[in-house]
């Protein structure tokens, strides 16, 4: 997989709506441009977007959701934008985690719960909720490529010093 560099999407990419499952009888349908495609699943390959995708529908409608929540769900993964598959994969997984912890965290709040049941589903809601984070943290280190950025908020230079802000290159073999 070649990862694609990155790049600011313009305002009109954006505003675009994902596209849409249409329910057709038992089966859901979903129908995309090449664009699209590689807007949700980061890929313009056809079986790995109907892989994906069916995915995303399986994990969303297991928690017993319609035909809306997996419309949320892809729309979802659009709005993280996946620049390859990779990606594409990591963003399904956060949605399917999310989905699930909200679950959790609604069956934790039913009416006549035991406080077993509650305790058990708020902690697998956090459980979830710290995987979610975890995968924030793991998309955003990929997309980083390992760099690290470093702000410096305060800088005081004494009078008759010096301060040089930014990447230094002695040149040339030098002491050090």
Do not use: W
């Amino acid at each position: 997989m070649k990862r694609s560099e990155p790049s600011v999407p313009v305002a009109h990419e954006l505003s675009a709506s994902p596209p849409k499952v249409k329910r057709h009888g038992y089966k859901l349908a979903l129908e995309v441009s090449p664009e699209q495609g590689q807007r949700i699943a980061g890929t313009t390959d056809p079986d790995f977007l109907e892989t994906l995708t069916n995915g995303v529908a399986a994990a969303t409608r297991g928690q017993g959701s319609d035909v809306r929540a997996v419309n949320a769900s892809l729309a979802a993964l659009a709005g993280i934008q996946p620049r390859d598959e990779l990606e594409a994969m990591l963003a399904a997984q956060m949605t399917a985690v999310h989905s699930m912890a909200m679950e959790m965290s609604k069956r934790a709040l039913l009416s006549k719960q035991t406080v077993e049941g509650v305790s058990a589903n708020v902690s697998r809601a956090s459980r979830l909720m710290r995987t979610f984070c975890a995968q924030v943290e793991a998309l955003q280190r990929y997309r980083n490529a390992g760099q690290s950025t470093v702000t410096v908020q305060h800088v005081t230079v004494g009078e008759g010093g010096q301060a040089i802000i930014g990447h230094v290159d002695r040149g040339g073999g030098g002491n050090g």
